[in-house]
């Protein structure tokens, strides 16, 4: 039996090592180098290998970078909200409401939007918004305004609005696979019990659904911290995120030390949050159970 076993082990370590291997090598290298780097001092136009703890102080007692931050949390934690709330109740018709033979095919045109570019949507969103763009040359061309909206463009809205639809297909897709494990008969239990189908959503569907609405709110709310394409373009670079900072920091400035240590102190705040979430989300099902 154990020599069984440890076949088995053995065979699974040999599928698991050539993808671990390269995300040791794709993920794990990048991130220990940028680490390292925020240990070490800025020469002119060189790094100086001498450990330091000067690029983590410069980056607390900067007020800048926590404007930058605050703004950056509150951009994604609107994006998240937005995302999250017109996302599921797409998921929840595709579960409850759609035919199980039409399903395929649901999935299928909610994932389009992944064959074009990101950087290409980013685009249309900012032909869509601009100055001469399609809303602006729509309602000129009925009436209803004489000069263009200027407020349609380069602001905290359009920001939230460009990113909440480029990541919709990341939220809609956990939250649908979380309604699907969900047992209809309990459904119909509640229902048989008197609860109205409201109640029954909110304390039967709602919990049942909450892994997946928690994946969702991490999956969205992680990556957009760390977006710079949409602030440059669709704020113009009046808005800038604290990826905008490093950025400017790793290519503008060349200061490679500051940037990294804006970038760890970044994902180190981002991991914080997400944990306390995690922590206040466990809580709230147990309340709920």
């Given at each position: 039996?154990?020599?069984?076993?440890?076949?088995?082990?053995?065979?699974?370590?040999?599928?698991?090592?050539?993808?671990?291997?390269?995300?040791?090598?794709?993920?794990?290298?990048?991130l220990l180098t940028i680490?390292?780097?925020?240990?070490?001092?800025?020469?002119?136009?060189?790094?100086?290998?001498?450990?330091?703890?000067?690029?983590?102080?410069?980056?607390?007692?900067?007020?800048?970078?926590?404007?930058?931050?605050?703004?950056?949390?509150?951009?994604?934690?609107?994006?998240?909200?937005?995302?999250?709330?017109?996302?599921?109740?797409?998921?929840?018709?595709?579960?409850?409401?759609?035919?199980?033979?039409?399903?395929?095919?649901?999935?299928?045109?909610?994932?389009?939007?992944?064959?074009?570019?990101?950087?290409?949507?980013?685009?249309?969103?900012?032909?869509?918004?601009?100055?001469?763009?399609?809303?602006?040359?729509?309602?000129?061309?009925?009436?209803?305004?004489?000069?263009?909206?200027?407020?349609?463009?380069?602001?905290?809205?359009?920001?939230?609005?460009?990113?909440?639809?480029?990541?919709?297909?990341?939220?809609?897709?956990?939250?649908?696979?979380?309604?699907?494990?969900?047992?209809?008969?309990?459904?119909?239990?509640?229902?048989?019990?008197?609860?109205?189908?409201?109640?029954?959503?909110?304390?039967?569907?709602?919990?049942?659904?909450?892994?997946?609405?928690?994946?969702?709110?991490?999956?969205?709310?992680?990556?957009?911290?760390?977006?710079?394409?949409?602030?440059?373009?669709?704020?113009?670079?009046?808005?800038?995120?604290?990826?905008?900072?490093?950025?400017s920091q790793m290519l503008?400035?060349?200061?490679?030390?500051?940037?990294?240590?804006?970038?760890?102190?970044?994902?180190?705040?981002?991991?914080?949050?997400?944990?306390?979430?995690?922590?206040?989300?466990?809580?709230?099902?147990?309340?709920?159970?």
């Amino acid at each position: 039996m154990a020599v069984a076993n440890g076949k088995e082990a053995a065979q699974g370590l040999r599928i698991v090592a050539p993808p671990l291997v390269y995300a040791v090598l794709m993920l794990g290298v990048p991130l220990l180098t940028i680490l390292a780097y925020s240990f070490f001092k800025d020469g002119y136009l060189t790094v100086v290998r001498e450990f330091t703890l000067e690029n983590y102080r410069a980056v607390w007692a900067d007020p800048i970078f926590r404007t930058i931050m605050i703004r950056s949390l509150s951009v994604a934690a609107m994006v998240t909200l937005a995302t999250v709330l017109l996302a599921f109740p797409v998921a929840y018709f595709l579960s409850f409401v759609v035919p199980p033979d039409r399903k395929a095919l649901w999935i299928f045109l909610i994932t389009i939007p992944f064959w074009t570019s990101y950087l290409i949507r980013v685009f249309l969103w900012k032909v869509i918004l601009g100055f001469n763009g399609v809303i602006n040359s729509g309602l000129k061309s009925l009436g209803v305004i004489d000069q263009p909206l200027s407020f349609l463009l380069y602001n905290t809205g359009s920001i939230v609005m460009t990113l909440a639809h480029a990541y919709a297909p990341f939220a809609i897709l956990p939250i649908y696979v979380a309604l699907e494990k969900i047992d209809r008969s309990l459904l119909e239990a509640g229902r048989d019990l008197g609860e109205s189908r409201a109640m029954t959503f909110w304390r039967v569907t709602l919990p049942l659904a909450m892994p997946g609405v928690l994946a969702a709110v991490l999956i969205v709310f992680i990556p957009v911290i760390g977006d710079y394409v949409t602030p440059a373009l669709i704020g113009g670079g009046k808005i800038p995120m604290v990826a905008n900072m490093i950025q400017s920091q790793m290519l503008d400035q060349d200061n490679r030390p500051l940037g990294s240590a804006l970038a760890v102190t970044a994902m180190l705040i981002v991991a914080v949050l997400a944990a306390l979430f995690l922590a206040l989300n466990r809580r709230f099902l147990r309340v709920r159970q």
